[in-house]
């Protein structure tokens, strides 16, 4: 695969889901700051062999990633300008755990690219010219974790950016305009733990105010009261995880408030009553690999689910089987498959959302 550029980065297709977050043992895929349960592992059973359930079209998949680069001139690139960040994150990362990064693209200049999207203030915007997000910040700090290049940060300027956006009840807002959610806790203890100064917040304020939005069922809400959700979930679990807090939660409620969320066809959905969606591979499955109850659903069918989502002849997944494609549920499909063990794809890590080797190398040195 030749090498290619992507700048500036492609547009993709349903960016707005970060921004409305729409029986066997636990797996041995476990983070290297985080420990959970190393019992089992995923394998196909004798009765169903991969060419039954299908495989990963992974050659084609890095292609789709490549090729939707070329698409600048579409309505949905002109949409979504604003959000090209996070969409490199997702596209960048499903290359690193098929194992294809390196080869195919031009690190110096997406790495140039990102950090001509920091702002004045320390954060950075979705693409260049825009505003600064807590959101985007993060999305820029895990692509230079992808390439081992966080120390071309000015790493006390990020910092006092994410800092000054954590308010007096321990919650964070997302931008200067005040907006509060515990996706923004994650955002903000993910970002600070990556780079080293998460000592830099007040973390029993930050825990403290994430717990407030537990609810009665085990789930999480995005601030107190609101109803629970897959996606808030993780960013709950993932936070509290990241913090060694995970005490705070009860598991086995939480647990099954998360294996319920599989249906007949072995997707994922977010919530009671709604469809399966490929996306829920991740955040159901990290958050119960992460309170070590992902034993509790079955992992052959989700597998299977995942694998029907794909476009085999011109790459990608889609949310639910014969969809369209776009890199958002490329990537989650993919992160999906790797919390499963999915045969060659990288171990990726269930609280952080980077691959394990990422994580090992910014932690362990």
Request: net charge negative; with cysteine; glycine share 8%.
């Amino acid at each position: 695969m030749g090498r290619v550029s992507l700048n500036p980065l492609p547009s993709w297709l349903l960016l707005l889901h970060l921004l409305n977050l729409k029986n066997k043992q636990p797996t041995a895929r476990s983070s290297s700051f985080i420990s959970f349960s190393s019992e089992g592992r995923f394998n196909q059973p004798a009765s169903q062999p991969a060419s039954r359930m299908g495989e990963l079209a992974a050659e084609k998949h890095a292609k789709y990633i490549l090729t939707v680069e070329k698409k600048k001139d579409s309505i949905e690139s002109v949409l979504m300008e604003h959000l090209r960040i996070n969409g490199a994150y997702w596209g960048l990362t499903t290359l690193d755990i098929l194992d294809k990064l390196a080869a195919a693209v031009d690190q110096e200049t997406i790495v140039s690219w990102v950090m001509s999207c920091q702002h004045e203030s320390g954060g950075f915007g979705g693409n260049e010219g825009h505003d600064p997000h807590l959101l985007y910040t993060l999305s820029a700090i895990q692509i230079l974790a992808l390439f081992n290049k966080i120390n071309t940060l000015d790493i006390e300027k990020v910092t006092n950016y994410i800092t000054a956006l954590q308010n007096e009840d321990g919650s964070f807002s997302g931008d200067e305009w005040g907006e509060i959610d515990t996706r923004f806790s994650y955002v903000a203890i993910c970002s600070l733990a990556l780079l080293k100064q998460l000592d830099k917040i007040n973390v029993e304020k930050a825990v403290s105010y994430i717990i407030s939005c537990k609810n009665l069922d085990g789930g999480f809400g995005c601030t107190p009261g609101a109803e629970s959700h897959a996606g808030q979930i993780f960013c709950c679990v993932g936070a509290l995880a990241i913090t060694g807090s995970l005490h705070y939660v009860d598991k086995d409620l939480l647990g099954w408030w998360l294996c319920e969320r599989q249906v007949k066809s072995g997707g994922l959905n977010g919530r009671p009553e709604k469809l399966p969606d490929v996306c829920y591979s991740w955040w159901v499955l990290s958050s119960l690999i992460m309170i070590d109850r992902v034993h509790w659903i079955d992992k052959e069918k989700l597998v299977k689910f995942i694998l029907d989502c794909q476009d085999k002849e011109n790459g990608g997944i889609s949310d639910r089987p014969d969809d369209a494609v776009d890199v958002f549920h490329t990537y989650f499909g993919v992160a999906g498959l790797s919390l499963l063990e999915y045969p060659g794809l990288k171990a990726i890590d269930p609280a952080y959302a980077l691959p394990v080797d990422v994580i090992s190398r910014i932690l362990l040195h």
